[in-house]
């Protein structure tokens, strides 16, 4: 068994590591690494910057079938199209209910 309520399902997409790239050249896209995969997103809670400009960081927590999911992923929710970035992830192990937990965030505009 794996994730006990699952309202959505996403796709986990990450960008190919390449030794020779360097890191302050444009990352290529991220490519899909797995989809289909059954998953809860939590309702949001946010914060804005207005220091030297305007951000938006909106904040939610995945719960999600086992699968390979890192920091540096991104996750696209199959339903709405939403991309989100990964900001940690950890397998949950016991009582059948394996599954990952993520923290997500959406980040608009630019605070300096």
Request: with cysteine; aromatic share 4%; net charge neutral.
């Given at each position: 068994m794996a994730v006990p309520v699952?309202?959505?399902?996403?796709?986990?997409?990450?960008?190919?590591a390449d030794a020779a790239r360097d890191p302050y050249d444009a990352k290529p896209a991220a490519e899909a690494i797995a989809s289909g995969i059954r998953a809860h997103i939590s309702s949001p809670?946010?914060?804005?910057r207005t220091a030297g400009g305007s951000q938006e960081v909106v904040?939610?927590?995945?719960?999600?079938?086992?699968?390979?999911?890192r920091h540096t992923d991104q996750v696209q929710d199959e339903q709405t199209a939403a991309v989100y970035e990964v900001t940690w992830a950890r397998?949950?192990?016991?009582?059948?209910l394996d599954h990952v937990e993520a923290g997500l965030k959406q980040v608009a505009g630019v605070a300096r």
């Open positions: 699952a309202t959505t399902s996403i796709a986990v997409l990450r960008v190919p809670s946010g914060r804005e904040e939610f927590r995945l719960s999600c079938d086992p699968v390979d999911l397998i949950r192990q016991g009582l059948g």
